[in-house]
């Protein structure tokens, strides 16, 4: 009798394991469904302004255009250098690679992203009489995505940068820049330690202007999220950011 009650017991105690497995296995799956349903929820709406921000572009209804003064973004001619008070809009989709050992990091975390952003140039032309001639411009970007490894994670954030546009001459307006925000995740672990986090960027990249407004853009950026030390462990996220999007200027 005791043999058969502690047997009984034994099986009910493995149920309630097994059952405690399931539960949690069904919870994680279900955070994980929530996480791409958030993150792919954002980047299509990112990536609609995108598309409408082109269709504005090269919309022929008056309606629909700004009416800009003077008629030409540049000081004289495509790719002499934009002109100061000059606007550009536009937005980006990117993936990247993540890298460990750099400032502590622990982990590979690989991401994607969308963003959208707004800049201004708030210089004229400078060092005109030098290969490196060009402008300053300060960017204000949004941008939102998931971690895809090592687990699935969301993460989204604002970050002002300035950026330096050359006067290459050509329809290639090459440029660098860096800054830092801040931002909100569920990367946790042994890398990060709750969900405020800083991040850093800085990178290189290339506007083609397909008209004289209208521009492709490719970008590396160099992707960091920390918290100062704010709460521990604090390795921090390192990933290399490859971009692809569409600016207007205006």
């Not at 955070?31 to 022929?60: F, H, P, Q």
């Not at 009416?67 to 606007?87: A, M, N, Q, Y």
């Not at 970050?159 to 307006?173: E, F, H």
């Not at 991040?199 to 083609?208: F, K, P, T």
Request: net charge positive; proline share 3%.
């Amino acid at each position: 009798m005791k043999h058969k009650i502690n047997s009984e017991m034994e099986t009910q105690s493995g149920g309630c394991r097994a059952h405690g497995k399931w539960t949690r296995a069904k919870r994680k799956k279900a955070r994980a469904d929530w996480t791409r349903g958030k993150v792919t929820s954002v980047m299509l709406g990112i990536l609609m302004i995108i598309g409408l921000s082109v269709e504005w572009a090269y919309s022929d209804e008056p309606g629909l255009k700004p009416s800009p003064s003077p008629e030409t973004i540049w000081v004289d001619g495509i790719g002499s250098g934009f002109r100061k008070g000059l606007f550009q809009t536009g937005g980006t989709v990117g993936a990247g690679f993540g890298t460990r050992n750099i400032f502590g990091t622990k982990l590979i975390h690989d991401l994607a992203l969308a963003s959208v952003n707004l800049g201004w140039v708030f210089t004229d032309v400078m060092a005109t009489d030098k290969w490196y001639r060009g402008n300053f411009e300060l960017l204000v970007e949004l941008f939102s995505g998931g971690q895809f490894k090592p687990n699935d994670r969301y993460f989204v954030g604002l970050t002002p940068l300035i950026r330096y546009n050359l006067a290459t001459g050509s329809r290639w307006v090459l440029f660098v820049d860096g800054g830092a925000g801040v931002s909100s995740t569920d990367i946790d672990g042994v890398d990060l330690t709750g969900n405020f986090q800083f991040n850093i960027q800085a990178g290189a990249g290339a506007h083609y202007f397909l008209s004289n407004r209208t521009a492709l853009t490719v970008q590396y950026r160099w992707l960091h999220f920390s918290n100062a030390g704010i709460q521990e462990p604090n390795h921090g996220t390192n990933t290399q950011m490859f971009h692809l999007g569409v600016s207007w200027f205006f």
